[in-house]
């Protein structure tokens, strides 16, 4: 695996893969190292992982928002040769969803952010390791993504259910069930839930491949056996 980097107007984006012209993109969520992402490259050899600014390593750029995080990743996606297939989890989605592409597969998209107490439990429990400016990403709700929407995109959800708070061993879906009808009534949208909660590409693996697959198949895309 190598990093690869590109310098846009709004600071330098970072993505790691085998190649420098990679098809298939995978957005990180929030506060997520790629380490244990990098499976994913295995399953498909033409995926890199877009690394969110000021995270695990990668430089912050000129401003700390989910806008800023879009205007530098459209810029970059206009100097790699496409087309390109997105697949974005969490906060990561939001910016994938918000790029140009054939088809985009969102993991668990946020969108309300007033009973996302998992998230809240991780920020509360971060203290000051977590600056003031990333907890401030989760002040107002994503309803506007709606809008940016574009492309083809298959949104998958977890079936295990946000409400009500309760302790639990693995963050459930952060879509409530009112969330999840609002992406299912988008005319370029279709949402599914399958099982497992928040981090469906650690902890369903195989069935987010085979549904990506299926998506990107049918918007043209043609898989390698090894990335160019």
């Not at 295995?42 to 890199?48: I, M």
Request: with cysteine; hydrophobic share 45%; aromatic share 8%.
């Amino acid at each position: 695996m190598q990093n690869f980097a590109i310098n846009t107007q709004r600071g330098r984006v970072v993505f790691t893969g085998r190649t420098a012209q990679p098809r298939i993109l995978l957005t990180h969520g929030f506060a997520r190292s790629v380490r244990p992402l990098q499976g994913w490259i295995e399953r498909l050899p033409e995926l890199a992982i877009m690394r969110l600014p000021g995270h695990d390593g990668a430089p912050e750029l000129n401003e700390v928002s989910v806008e800023a995080w879009i205007e530098a990743w459209q810029e970059a996606l206009e100097r790699l040769p496409g087309p390109h297939y997105l697949i974005g989890e969490s906060l990561g989605a939001m910016v994938a969803m918000c790029l140009p592409a054939k088809a985009v597969v969102a993991v668990d998209p946020l969108l309300s952010v007033d009973q996302i107490w998992p998230q809240r439990r991780f920020m509360e429990s971060a203290g000051d390791w977590l600056p003031p400016a990333y907890v401030a990403l989760f002040d107002h709700p994503f309803d506007w993504v709606l809008e940016r929407i574009t492309a083809p995109t298959l949104v998958l959800a977890g079936i295990e259910p946000l409400l009500p708070e309760r302790p639990t061993r693995k963050a459930p879906s952060l879509l409530t069930d009112a969330d999840f009808d609002r992406y299912a009534g988008h005319p370029q949208v279709e949402a599914l839930r399958i099982v497992g909660g928040h981090t469906l590409l650690d902890e369903n693996p195989n069935i987010v491949q085979v549904l990506a697959e299926r998506l990107f198949k049918r918007h043209g895309w043609q898989p390698q056996l090894q990335a160019e």
